[in-house]
């Protein structure tokens, strides 16, 4: 059952945003009648506006099958080339010229143009060319790691977009998708304690953080090592950030760049409905955390460390993301889930924020900067158009009166030679009506 739950951050380092390309949506451009492809292409040079790969790293348990859902339907609306993979190895890392995933699911593309190699009797499911997809593919979403732009040719630009979850939350989740026998609190709870490994110093959670690193990285490596790439590739390499937490911000994130003209409105709002891959059994994931004993919660909170720290950072790179991108003038479902009272900031979240004391203390610091920075950008903002507008009315109102005095002189100066001259003129005197006689029928001749 969802609720809403308000959350006490306490936060120091503000990110930096990401110049953040947009798309627009082809739906009504294709309706008109007699427009080619070029002329397509040609209408989008004229909006200034450069054509771009999105990538989609679909992180487990992390709202991914409503996201492909979305981006799917987004594609066959507005005319984009869409490519869902999974089943990736090493994370789809490209090797000898092919993408190691399966093609699950194509829009407005045949699978003869994404493979090097003609139909045979096996179908065409495997190692996609990766050359061929990136020079067709508009939008590619699926379970691969960070890194799949190196499939793009060198002219064609990208920006990278991924939904992150609480990591406690992914963590039950993912534990009842493997064991679908688990239907209550109580074996939720059991099957969690068993997945703690006993040394939790030396093993951790990698859920999110696996696929923000590419695979040849990664292999290996330590943890410390891995979650530092991680939170290097998340705040400088993904542009935009969603949270399944605040769900509503994520699909208005995603409209602000895939449909900047509000092509498919419908399509967005019915996006905020939709649950995609839950289970069966409902139940709260704190009344699984409620049924673990305190000795095997700190445990859990060791075994969640490195994800809570990459969680931490996704807060942070959300709330860049949604100041820089919705404007403040939407509606407020759809405003920053952020806002400030006495002095300390809120983070508005939905119902998996199940333990936020699990976050790092300065993710509190971090945000508080972040949310006084851009409060004050809109203050500059706001007393910068004030300024001009103040500018602008002084500017008309001069030039009205310029134009009065202009439109006086010129009403004086007309007046004056009117006169002027009709003084100059000789007197002139009406002339007297000419009268004529009543005819007399009695005249003689």
């Not at 939709?274 to 289970?279: D, G, L, Q, S």
């Not at 310029?402 to 009117?418: E, G, P, Q, Y």
Request: net charge positive; with cysteine; aromatic share 8%.
């Amino acid at each position: 059952m969802c609720f809403l739950m308000m959350v006490l951050l306490l936060i120091h380092v503000v990110a930096k945003p990401h110049k953040v390309p947009k798309m627009r949506c082809e739906r009504q451009l294709k309706k008109a009648s007699g427009i080619a492809e070029d002329r397509r292409r040609a209408l989008l040079l004229e909006e200034k506006e450069e054509p771009f790969v999105l990538f989609f790293i679909h992180v487990f348990k992390a709202a991914g099958s409503s996201v492909r859902t979305l981006l799917r339907r987004y594609a066959e609306k507005c005319g984009k080339r869409w490519v869902c993979l999974v089943t990736c190895t090493e994370g789809g890392n490209t090797k000898n010229g092919i993408v190691q995933c399966r093609l699950r699911d194509l829009v407005h593309l045949n699978r003869e143009n994404v493979f090097a190699r003609p139909p045979g009797r096996s179908k065409l499911r495997f190692n996609p060319s990766a050359e061929l997809l990136g020079m067709q593919s508009d939008v590619i979403g699926g379970h691969y790691y960070y890194g799949m732009h190196r499939i793009l040719p060198p002219d064609r630009k990208y920006t990278y977009f991924t939904v992150l979850r609480e990591p406690v939350a992914t963590w039950i989740s993912g534990i009842r998708y493997h064991d679908k026998s688990l239907k209550t609190p109580v074996h939720v709870s059991r099957a969690l304690a068993a997945a703690i490994p006993p040394d939790t110093t030396r093993r951790k959670y990698a859920n999110a953080m696996t696929y923000m690193v590419p695979a040849a990285h990664a292999k290996g490596q330590p943890v410390a090592h891995k979650l530092e790439l991680a939170r290097y590739n998340l705040k400088h390499g993904i542009a935009i950030v969603g949270l399944v937490e605040s769900w509503p911000v994520t699909v208005a994130l995603l409209q602000a760049i895939l449909d900047m003209q509000h092509a498919v409105p419908t399509m967005w709002q019915k996006a905020l409905q939709v649950e995609r891959n839950t289970a069966k059994t409902k139940f709260s994931g704190q009344d699984v955390l409620h049924r673990l004993p305190p000795h095997t919660f700190k445990e859990a909170a060791a075994f969640l460390s490195a994800e809570n720290e990459l969680y931490a950072d996704a807060v942070l790179a959300h709330a860049t993301a949604c100041f820089n991108l919705i404007p403040t003038t939407q509606n407020n479902h759809l405003n920053c889930p952020f806002y400030q009272s006495a002095h300390t900031l809120m983070l508005h979240l939905n119902s998996t924020l199940y333990r936020p004391d699990l976050l790092p203390s300065r993710l509190g610091s971090e945000l508080f900067t972040l949310f006084s920075s851009h409060q004050q950008q809109r203050v500059d903002d706001s007393v910068r158009a004030t300024h001009q507008e103040y500018n602008r009315l002084n500017s008309q109102q001069e030039q009205k009166v310029v134009k009065s005095a202009i439109h006086h002189r010129v009403l004086n100066h007309t007046t004056t030679s009117l006169l002027t001259n009709k003084m100059m003129e000789k007197p002139s005197f009406p002339r007297r009506r000419r009268r004529f006689a009543a005819p007399n029928n009695n005249n003689n001749f």
